[in-house]
Structures are given as structure tokens and as C-alpha cells.
């Protein structure tokens, strides 16, 4: 159970702090499967609703907000108003496949959120491609983390070669 309650944790709070290690704690709790600790079903779900429960939070928080955040001075030190303009700009170029696209990629992921909030799109327009991206993306981290962890003692195998190949260059 503790368990999924880091990789709960985690995954929420990489809405908040883009520097939280979320995909690397989902690839090990797929991995830990295969030892019986968890199960991939259970890592996906957990991981998944606690992600787009940290996007819901984030974005109502921000919309909220709005862009009176950004006149403030902390606000105006995290994005300038020319920063602002820039990427409300491109919320209305790409809007929902944007959104979509924007998640898989790390540290952007974590601020769009905010930013759907901020510019006010609605909760179905700016949620829906967060949450079905969010399940992409951890759906494929756990699916990879069981098939490391499947291939566990191959891996090992190849690191232990590796490893001597290394020390015989080093040597020469």
C-alpha cells in the first residue's frame, strides 16, 4: 500500500513541482510487479487518477486566479507580460491538440494546467486531452516498467558484460 500511496503523491504533485521524479517512480512500481510488491493495473490507475486529479486541482486553482496572478510581483517574475501574450496565443493557435501534445512533453506538461485556467478555456476543453494524454503516457511508463521488470536478469546480464568489456578497455 505505501507503495501507491508515493506514486499517488508523486504523480499529483508533478502537477505542482515539474521537477518531481513521477515517471521514473511509475517505470519502478510497474517494475516491482514482477516481484509481487504491486500489481500494473493498480500502478496505472493510481498513478493516473492522482495525475489528473493534480491537473483538475492546478487548473481550477488558476482559473480562479486568472491573470491577476501575473500582476502581481511573483507573477510577473515566473512569466513577463510578453510571456503571457505568447502563450495565450498559442493556446488559441493549437487549443485541444495542443493541450494533448503538450502533456507528453516533460516540464511543459506540468504548466498547462495553470495556463488552461488562467485564459479561462472551459473545464471539458482543457481537461479531457489532459486526462486522456495523462493515460497514454503513464499507460505506456507502466507498461515499460513491466517489461524491465520481466527482462530484469537479461539486463543484468548485459550491464555485468558491459561492465567487463569496460574494465578490459580501461586495463589496455
Excluded at 504548466?111 to 486526462?131: C, N, T
Amino acid at each position: 500500500m505505501a507503495v501507491y500511496v508515493v506514486l499517488a503523491v508523486l504523480a499529483f504533485v508533478e502537477n505542482i513541482v515539474p521537477i518531481v521524479p513521477a515517471d521514473v517512480a511509475v517505470a519502478l512500481g510497474a517494475f516491482l510487479s514482477h516481484r509481487g510488491t504491486t500489481a500494473p493495473l493498480p500502478v496505472f490507475l493510481v498513478v493516473w487518477s492522482a495525475n489528473v486529479c493534480g491537473a483538475v486541482a492546478v487548473y481550477f486553482v488558476a482559473r480562479r486566479l486568472g491573470r491577476r496572478f501575473f500582476a502581481t510581483s511573483l507573477g510577473r517574475r515566473l512569466v513577463s507580460p510578453g510571456g503571457v501574450a505568447r502563450i495565450e496565443r498559442e493556446y488559441l493557435r493549437f487549443g485541444v491538440v495542443g493541450i494533448f501534445f503538450a502533456r507528453f512533453l516533460p516540464g511543459i506538461r506540468a504548466v498547462v494546467p495553470p495556463f488552461a485556467g488562467i485564459f479561462g478555456l472551459s473545464a471539458w476543453r482543457a481537461l479531457l486531452p489532459m486526462a486522456a494524454a495523462s493515460a497514454i503516457w503513464y499507460g505506456g511508463i507502466t507498461v515499460l516498467g513491466v517489461y524491465l521488470g520481466g527482462e530484469w536478469e537479461a539486463i543484468l546480464g548485459a550491464l555485468k558484460r558491459l561492465n567487463q568489456l569496460l574494465a578490459v578497455v580501461a586495463l589496455l
